[in-house]
C-alpha cells in the first residue's frame, strides 16, 4: 500500500507563487505516474499536471505555463510548482501515484487558497 502525503499548501495573493510537494513511499517510486489533481467546491476534481516514469509531462490547458510538475526519483517526491496563481486556482490539491489500474493511490489533499 502506498500512501502519498501532500505538504506545502497554504494561502497566497493572486499573482503570487507556492510550491506544493507529495512523498509517495513507493519501492519502485520510479515506475509511478506522479500526478496533481484538484478539486475546487462545487467542482468535480480535475487533472492538474502529470509526470511519467520517463519524466514526459503532461499540463491542463488552464495551467500550462504557469505550473511545473517536477520528480525526484531519489527521495521519493514530485513536486508542483506554482506561478503567477489566480484566484480560480484556490483547490485542494491532491497528489496521485498511479502504476496501473489495480495500483493507484491518492494522498489526503493539501488546500490552495489564492486571494485576489
Known amino acids: 500500500q502506498v500512501q502519498p502525503v501532500e505538504s506545502g499548501g497554504g494561502l497566497v495573493q493572486a499573482g503570487g507563487s507556492l510550491t506544493v510537494s507529495c512523498r509517495a513511499p513507493a519501492s519502485n517510486f520510479n515506475s509511478y505516474t506522479m500526478g496533481w489533481y484538484r478539486q475546487a467546491p462545487g467542482n468535480k476534481r480535475e487533472m492538474v499536471a502529470q509526470?511519467?516514469?520517463?519524466?514526459?509531462?503532461n499540463y491542463a490547458d488552464s495551467v500550462k505555463g504557469r505550473f511545473t510538475i517536477s520528480r525526484d526519483n531519489a527521495k521519493n517526491m514530485v513536486y508542483l510548482q506554482m506561478n503567477s496563481l489566480k484566484p480560480e486556482d484556490t483547490a485542494v490539491y491532491y497528489c496521485n501515484a498511479f502504476l496501473n489500474v489495480l495500483f493507484s493511490y491518492w494522498g489526503q489533499g493539501t488546500r490552495v487558497t489564492v486571494s485576489s
Open positions: 509526470i511519467t516514469s520517463v519524466r514526459t509531462t
